[in-house]
């Protein structure tokens, strides 16, 4: 792969890894019921953490080639998604678990389409 996309392929397994931390996390931390310690919204806000940090790292492409391929393909629905139930979470909030593993699906064809896009545009 050349350079940039290579990176950009790594970022977004990167970000795929995180999202499915996140989404564990929401799961086994909550079970329902909103985190009920402090630890465990400790542990949420910093996967969130990390999660948005990898969502940045993919959305600043600067000024790379594949620019318009992350702008085209980078699944927002699924992580605005994933934000506000990561949000309802951590205010206490009850955790919607079939909402987080069906968010957690389509991230994952999110982050596959990107994945295919960037291959796509790295070898025309």
Do not use: K
Request: hydrophobic fraction near 40%; aromatic fraction near 6%.
């Amino acid at each position: 792969f050349p350079d940039g996309i290579h990176v950009e392929g790594e970022i977004t397994d990167r970000m795929e890894r995180r999202t499915e931390e996140l989404v564990w996390r929401l799961v086994t931390s909550t079970m329902g019921a909103g985190p009920n310690d402090p630890a465990a919204v400790q542990d949420l806000a910093a996967a969130w953490s990390d999660l948005e940090a990898a969502a940045e790292e993919v959305r600043a492409t600067g000024g790379s080639p594949y620019r318009e391929v992350v702008e085209a393909r980078f699944p927002t629905g699924a992580y605005d998604t994933l934000d506000g139930l990561v949000e309802a979470a951590l205010e206490g909030g009850v955790v919607d678990i079939p909402a987080v593993m069906d968010v957690s699906e389509q991230a994952g064809r999110g982050y596959g389409e990107l994945r295919q896009a960037l291959t796509e545009a790295a070898h025309p």
